[in-house]
């Protein structure tokens, strides 16, 4: 695909890819595990999501593709800090290091 025609076959990419589509089918059956081993994947999306705007030539069509890259990133982090197990954990003001009982400081509009 255009992929491979602007940057060259990355047989290190297609390992983790191929892991990755394994690890959609493992996460089934053990979720945590699957988890953890994808945290190491991180860099890879942040490779990818960094040149997939090159792959179009023009200006407008690349902060096109930059915006949606930022608008779906937000939206995942708008769906995990509101709809997530822990959420509360996450939330600024709202860990066990800011509630009341530890600090006995109160929280003002929060």
Do not use: C, H
Not at 14 to 27: K, S, T
Not at 58 to 69: F, M, S
């Amino acid at each position: 695909g255009r992929w491979i025609e602007k940057f060259g076959r990355i047989p290190l990419l297609e390992i983790f890819a191929a892991i990755g589509a394994l690890a959609m089918v493992v996460v089934l059956i053990a979720p945590t595990a699957t988890d953890r081993m994808t945290l190491y994947f991180a860099a890879i999306a942040l490779i990818i999501s960094g040149n997939l705007p090159r792959l179009w030539d023009r200006r407008p069509e690349q902060y096109a593709v930059r915006t949606a890259l930022i608008l779906a990133n937000f939206a995942a982090m708008v769906v995990f800090l509101t709809l997530g197990n822990k959420a509360g954990s996450f939330v600024p003001y709202q860990s066990i290091f800011s509630e009341n009982a530890e600090l006995g400081i109160t929280r003002r509009g929060f």
